[in-house]
């Protein structure tokens, strides 16, 4: 079935590549669209940094990992199992996600790794992610 879809996620990217940078947050090829995503994000531009916030409710910041390489960032997170006690009766329904929780997304511009910081807090991670310094081109004289 991804092999049905890869070429049309390639066309989707591709079309959203020519907009100006900073208007769609776009998830990395191969991962569930947003709609899907067990992991919900609101990002920000706020300039000179990016403003991210996912609603991690019930979990604890050991069990939370984020990973940043250029300008893709990868959240990940434990979601504890709610034990149901014998004498509060048997769960008929449940929606809530359990388990290993992953999600990646691309941002419109690459982040400075080392200004990068996270906090967990009343079950929303706040990631401040300031944008790497532009890359300046030099031309190289030749003799």
């Known amino acids: 079935m991804n092999a049905l879809l890869s070429p049309r996620t390639r066309l989707f990217d591709d079309f959203f590549k020519d907009f100006p940078a900073g208007v769609f947050v776009r998830p990395v090829a191969g991962e569930a669209s ?3 995503a067990q992991i919900r994000i609101d990002v920000t531009d706020q300039g000179a940094s990016f403003l ?4 991690l409710p019930g979990v604890r910041k050991e069990d939370v990992q984020v990973h940043v390489e250029g300008a893709v960032v990868t959240l990940g997170a434990d979601v504890p ?3 149901t006690q014998a004498d509060s009766g048997r769960l008929l329904h449940a929606e809530r996600p359990r388990g290993s929780l992953s999600r990646s997304f691309q941002l419109p511009a690459e982040v400075d790794q ?3 910081k996270a906090r967990l807090d009343n079950g929303v991670l706040t990631l401040l992610l300031p944008k790497a310094s ?8 030749v003799d």
């Open 34 to 36: 947003p709609a899907a």
């Open 52 to 55: 991210v916030q996912a609603d």
């Open 81 to 83: 199992a709610q034990e």
């Open 114 to 116: 080392a200004s990068t």
């Open 134 to 141: 532009a890359v300046r081109t030099t031309r190289v004289a």
